[in-house]
């Protein structure tokens, strides 16, 4: 019996440089590249209400439900069929954005959108987290320049929450998370994600 292809999922707070990563990353792996939230066409529309300024008042529970349903086609149309034909998956964000942003930084109760993502996923959740930890001047200064989506704008204490989640994550689940420091060339943070893929046996 042939184990699963890796899924590797890179996380962060804005601006931390996990999409550059993880596209860099898929192309050496020849692995298919994806994202969450808007990885396919359904996923796409629903990514537009997410991270439109113009969307005012969004309850937190219908945000949590509305990743979770981008979450449950992603995984259906693109990720699942990718692994089961034996490629490797990179996806920029996955479940753990959801338990980062609507968990700790809406502040709803971890373990129902826990709950709520397994059920969405059907109990698939990636293999390999790597989390791109910045430093709080280094993202201010990435995302100055930056014509902010609703995410983005959501302000200072909430992306404190949402960085605060994402170390508290890492920090538990050792095993699967890695954490590097997203500091430096692009190139530098390349390699240093390479060699801690290739400790862990995942490259």
Known sequence: MTSRPAYIAFEG???CGK???AKLLAAT???VFTRETGGTPVGARIREI???TSVHNLAPRAEALLTAADRAQHLAEVV???LEAGSPVVTDRSVYSSLAYQGYGRELDIDEIRHLNDWGTGGLWPSTVVFLDTPDETIAE???GRDLDRFEAAGAEFHARVLAGFRTMADADPD???TVDA???VDRIADEIHDALVARGVL
Do not use: F, N, Y
């Open 80 to 82: 699942v069929p990718a």
């Open 142 to 144: 990435r995302m100055s």
């Open 183 to 185: 500091v430096g060339s």
């Open 50 to 52: 997410l991270h439109d």
């Open 13 to 15: 707070a804005e601006g």
């Open 19 to 21: 999409s550059t990563q």
């Open 176 to 178: 699967r998370w890695i």
């Open 29 to 31: 792996m020849g692995a």
